[in-house]
T-cell receptor, first 113, second 113 residues
């Protein structure tokens, strides 16, 4: 089944220790998004890739970076995680041909100790 | 930018009753309005969407209405069941745009057996 996959599902990292979250998709969608969702809040868009073009939201902290080496994979790098970065991180994909309906992955729950 | 307000934040209904969740948006250029259901610890899943050339859309027990003039749209769930219990998010976007999916703050729906 075509899908959006996120690994790991649960990640524990130490304060200030860099961490990378990964997302892959078999939908062949040209757009990939990273959202941060804190408890009882709506998903908040961090950035997205339209094909190879990176689009950062204005209020996304510099601590968050992203890489998209190919169509299928996208990575979220948190350079120096703080306690406030503990959240669920959701990857989503969309396709222009499908009107950009967004398909979400299962998320990675990040804990910062 | 777009601003989406969602009400109520929590909603409890008896099984079999109807539930209504309302959202307003600010940007008259928005023309695509999806609704997502998110169960605890799971990914948001698209349950229904509506485009601005349509006033109402129905899918079995779920319906969405859109009033472009007033800039509000609503989700209606009839004959609610315990498995409808979840957080529901509305969102607004310009169809075809890869970035502008602005979420409402979410409604925790609880269906009491």
């Amino acid at each position: 089944d075509a899908m959006v996959i996120q690994n790991p599902r649960y990640q524990v990292t130490q304060f200030g220790k860099p961490v990378t979250l990964s997302c892959s998709q078999t939908l062949n969608h040209n757009v990939m998004y990273w959202y941060q969702q804190k408890s009882s809040q709506a998903p908040k868009l961090l950035f997205h890739y339209y094909d190879k073009d990176f689009n950062n939201e204005a209020d996304t902290p510099d601590n968050f970076q992203s890489r998209r080496p190919n169509t299928s994979f996208c990575f979220l790098d948190i350079r120096s995680p703080g306690l406030g970065d503990a959240a669920m991180y959701l990857c989503a994909t969309s396709s222009r041909l499908a009107g950009h309906e967004q398909y979400f992955g299962p998320g990675t729950r990040l804990t910062v100790t | 930018g777009e601003n989406v307000e969602q009400h109520p934040s929590t909603l409890s209904v008896q099984e079999g009753d109807s539930a209504v969740i309302k959202c307003t948006y600010s940007d008259s250029a928005s023309n695509y309005f999806p609704w997502y259901k998110q169960e605890l610890g799971k990914r948001p899943q698209l349950i229904i969407d509506i485009r601005s050339n349509v006033g109402e859309k129905k899918d079995q027990r779920i319906a969405v209405t859109l009033n472009k003039t007033a800039k509000h749209f609503s989700l209606h769930i009839t004959e609610t069941q315990p498995e409808d219990s979840a957080v529901y998010f509305c969102a607004a976007s310009q169809e075809g745009s890869a970035r502008q999916l602005t979420f409402g703050s979410g409604t925790q729906l609880t269906v009491l057996p």
